[in-house]
């Protein structure tokens, strides 16, 4: 019992050595149980499909020496018949055995190391048994015979290292001690015939030991690479490789590049707030706007995809890649938009704002930049709305700098005069007052009000009445469109759009509305691509003070642990 017992220690360790990060993890890894669960039922059906592949090898093996210890004992030849009933009786037990670890292993979720202790004495036992077969047989049957069985434990190897997830230490160990068996037992059975007489046979173990080291050798570099691929397959699936591309543009809230993920295959766009911006109000900010963004599902609101730190502690956010241009480059590149272009635009808009005021939050930072057109489902023009990272729930309490009470948050030249003289009685007609100016700009090709100063263009909010859009342009406008978009200027909320999906409706009244078709929004965006994408260009190019130098470099790897989440 010593040699069965020593060789199963050997197996024991080999299997608990490759398995002993996977414990360490499992047991010192809060979250290793919930990471490695697909990894542990991955490796369990694979085992699975090994053994029911050595079960069709062995069980074709004892039909065809039971077929020939038949047809020898039909011939008179007794003592192959026996040698030939032996070796199939043999063999019939590791298949009986592999037949219930196989059944064993279809029910409940198995200890890891039991998984590579079977798959492992799988190989090796095989082996073993083809190597008593040896013994069985007379010493004057072909050499040939003998090198099947090498061959036989040759392809059990390969086969092996193709299906089961084996380290190349493991796949070398098993292969070395399979190899072993059948060497013993060839160097036993080719002892006793004279080197002179047969030469081959005598020194046949030494031909067997070669084949097996260097074909054990091949398929520890062939199970190498398949396990280097699925765990960089596996590592791709849990951490989310995002590989930084052409940078964007960049705001006070952070970085945003063009992105490839590893395994998705769709255009992606991430926001990173840098280490050196990473302020307890800043990270505060940048959390809220993904968190409130992914609440969202508005088709004209940024879908998110991803969020979380990476283990370089910079912050990030994952969404759609947006293909087009925001209102800001629209209107600079072309000046004042039409009148049905722009209902068109506002309408989409009004009803994202829609969505988020429904569940209580305002975006308080509606302006230009953060209304993206782009082209979605064969749709040009579609308005996406970004930037949700001033986002204020409407019955928060108090306690978070960031949407204080007294703290004027947006951008001047949009924003709305409770915002400037009372910002904690900001609500959903903020965001229209907001929404108006972006309708005036769009149509007018200038902002509502202009100053030399942040207090004069405030002073302007809070007292100005603003011209009408007729009057800036010198030309006739819609009259229906004016006086909306006026009523959305007014300093009372009380006086405008009691609510944007009110604001949806009255746009959709305009007698102008449905009249900027796809045909030409088509004309208008192949006749200013050029354009739009120079500008771009420029923007994306680090000026000497550009302090977007300190960002991630286009073609970095963003290794992404989705499990350091924030709470």
Same mark, same amino acid.
């Given at each position: 019992?010593?040699?069965?017992?020593?060789?199963?220690?050997?197996?024991?360790?080999?299997?608990?050595?490759?398995?002993?990060?996977?414990?360490?993890?499992?047991?010192?890894?809060?979250?290793?149980?919930?990471?490695?669960?697909?990894?542990?039922?991955?490796?369990?059906?694979?085992?699975?499909?090994?053994?029911?592949?050595?079960?069709?090898?062995?069980?074709?093996?004892?039909?065809?020496?039971?077929?020939?210890?038949?047809?020898?004992?039909?011939?008179?030849?007794?003592?192959?018949? +026996?040698?030939?009933?032996? %070796?199939? =009786?043999?063999? /019939? #037990? @590791? *298949?009986? $055995? !592999?037949?219930?670890?196989?059944?064993?292993?279809?029910?409940?979720?198995?200890?890891?190391?039991?998984?590579?202790?079977?798959?492992?004495?799988?190989?090796?036992?095989?082996?073993?048994?083809?190597?008593?077969?040896?013994?069985?047989?007379?010493?004057?049957?072909?050499?040939?015979?003998?090198?099947?069985?090498?061959?036989?434990?040759?392809?059990?190897?390969?086969?092996?290292?193709?299906?089961?997830?084996?380290?190349?230490? +493991?796949?070398?160990?098993? %292969?070395? =001690?399979?190899? /072993? #068996? @059948? *060497?013993? $037992? !060839?160097?036993?059975?080719?002892?006793?015939?004279?080197?002179?007489?047969?030469?081959?046979?005598?020194?046949?173990?030494?031909?067997?030991?070669?084949?097996?080291?260097?074909?054990?050798?091949?398929?520890?570099?062939?199970?190498?690479?398949?396990?280097?691929?699925?765990?960089?397959?596996?590592?791709?699936?849990?951490?989310?490789?995002?590989?930084?591309?052409?940078?964007?543009?960049?705001?006070?809230?952070?970085?945003?590049? +063009?992105?490839?993920?590893?395994?998705?295959?769709?255009?992606? #766009?991430?926001?990173?707030?840098?280490?050196?911006?990473?302020?307890?109000?800043?990270?505060?900010?940048?959390?809220?706007?993904?968190?409130?963004?992914?609440?969202?599902?508005?088709?004209?609101?940024?879908?998110?995809?991803?969020?979380?730190?990476?283990?370089?502690?910079?912050?990030?956010?994952?969404?759609?890649?947006?293909?087009?241009?925001?209102?800001?480059?629209?209107?600079?590149?072309?000046?004042?938009?039409?009148?049905?272009?722009?209902?068109?635009?506002?309408?989409?808009?009004?009803?994202?704002?829609?969505?988020?005021?429904?569940?209580?939050?305002?975006?308080?930072?509606?302006?230009?930049?953060?209304?993206?057109?782009?082209?979605?489902?064969?749709?040009?023009?579609?308005?996406?709305?970004?930037?949700?990272?001033?986002?204020?729930?409407?019955?928060?309490?108090?306690?978070?700098?960031?949407?204080?009470?007294?703290?004027?948050?947006?951008?001047?030249?949009?924003?709305?005069?409770?915002?400037?003289?009372?910002?904690?009685?900001?609500?959903?007609?903020?965001?229209?007052?907001?929404?108006?100016?972006?309708?005036?700009?769009?149509?007018?090709?200038?902002?509502?009000?202009?100053?030399?100063?942040?207090?004069?263009?405030?002073?302007?909010?809070?007292?100005?009445?603003?011209?009408?859009?007729?009057?800036?342009?010198?030309?006739?406008?819609?009259?229906?469109?004016?006086?909306?978009?006026?009523?959305?200027?007014?300093?009372?909320?009380?006086?405008?759009?009691?609510?944007?999906?009110?604001?949806?409706?009255?746009?959709?009244?305009?007698?102008?509305?449905?009249?900027?078709?796809?045909?030409?929004?088509?004309?208008?965006?192949?006749?200013?691509?050029?354009?739009?994408?120079?500008?771009?260009?420029?923007?994306?190019?680090?000026?000497?003070?550009?302090?977007?130098?300190?960002?991630?470099?286009?073609?970095?790897?963003?290794?992404?642990?989705?499990?350091?989440?924030?709470?």
């Amino acid at each position: 019992m010593q040699p069965v017992d020593g060789t199963i220690g050997i197996l024991a360790t080999v299997s608990f050595g490759g398995s002993r990060s996977f414990l360490s993890r499992l047991l010192w890894s809060p979250t290793g149980a919930a990471a490695l669960a697909d990894e542990h039922v991955f490796l369990q059906k694979r085992v699975r499909l090994y053994l029911q592949i050595l079960l069709a090898f062995f069980g074709t093996f004892v039909f065809f020496g039971l077929a020939k210890m038949l047809a020898l004992s039909l011939a008179g030849q007794a003592e192959w018949a +026996r040698a030939a009933g032996h %070796g199939s =009786l043999i063999l /019939l #037990a @590791l *298949t009986l $055995a !592999l037949a219930f670890a196989w059944r064993y292993l279809g029910g409940e979720r198995r200890p890891i190391i039991l998984l590579h202790l079977i798959e492992s004495a799988g190989t090796v036992l095989g082996s073993a048994v083809l190597a008593s077969i040896v013994h069985l047989v007379p010493y004057d049957v072909p050499v040939p015979t003998e090198l099947g069985l090498v061959l036989v434990m040759v392809l059990a190897l390969v086969i092996r290292a193709a299906v089961v997830p084996s380290t190349s230490v +493991r796949t070398l160990a098993v %292969g070395l =001690l399979a190899t /072993l #068996a @059948l *060497t013993v $037992a !060839l160097w036993r059975w080719g002892a006793a015939v004279d080197s002179q007489d047969d030469p081959f046979a005598h020194y046949l173990w030494a031909v067997s030991a070669a084949w097996g080291v260097v074909f054990t050798i091949a398929t520890a570099i062939v199970s190498r690479v398949i396990y280097g691929l699925q765990k960089t397959v596996r590592e791709a699936m849990q951490l989310g490789n995002y590989t930084l591309e052409e940078k964007l543009g960049e705001g006070g809230m952070g970085i945003v590049y +063009r992105a490839r993920h590893a395994m998705l295959r769709r255009g992606t #766009a991430v926001k990173l707030l840098p280490p050196e911006k990473a302020g307890e109000q800043a990270v505060a900010r940048f959390e809220r706007e993904v968190q409130l963004t992914a609440r969202l599902t508005h088709p004209n609101t940024v879908t998110v995809f991803d969020y979380g730190r990476t283990p370089e502690g910079i912050f990030y956010y994952a969404m759609e890649l947006l293909d087009g241009a925001s209102l800001e480059d629209v209107v600079a590149l072309d000046g004042a938009q039409p009148p049905e272009r722009v209902i068109h635009i506002l309408q989409q808009v009004a009803g994202a704002l829609s969505e988020a005021h429904a569940i209580g939050l305002i975006h308080r930072d509606v302006k230009p930049a953060n209304i993206f057109l782009c082209e979605q489902g064969g749709e040009l023009d579609v308005p996406k709305v970004l930037d949700f990272g001033l986002v204020k729930e409407v019955n928060e309490g108090g306690g978070v700098g960031l949407t204080q009470a007294d703290a004027i948050t947006g951008t001047p030249l949009y924003m709305s005069p409770e915002s400037i003289r009372a910002p904690g009685r900001m609500d959903g007609r903020s965001d229209l007052y907001a929404l108006g100016a972006v309708g005036y700009y769009l149509l007018t090709g200038d902002h509502v009000f202009k100053g030399h100063t942040l207090v004069e263009v405030c002073g302007h909010h809070l007292h100005t009445t603003p011209q009408a859009p007729s009057e800036r342009l010198g030309s006739t406008v819609p009259e229906d469109l004016e006086v909306l978009l006026l009523e959305c200027l007014e300093k009372e909320p009380s006086k405008r759009p009691e609510t944007a999906a009110a604001l949806r409706r009255r746009l959709q009244r305009c007698r102008a509305s449905g009249e900027w078709d796809g045909e030409r929004a088509r004309r208008w965006w192949r006749d200013n691509s050029a354009g739009l994408q120079e500008r771009r260009a420029t923007r994306a190019e680090p000026g000497p003070g550009d302090p977007s130098a300190g960002g991630p470099p286009p073609g970095s790897l963003m290794s992404v642990d989705t499990r350091t989440r924030w709470p």
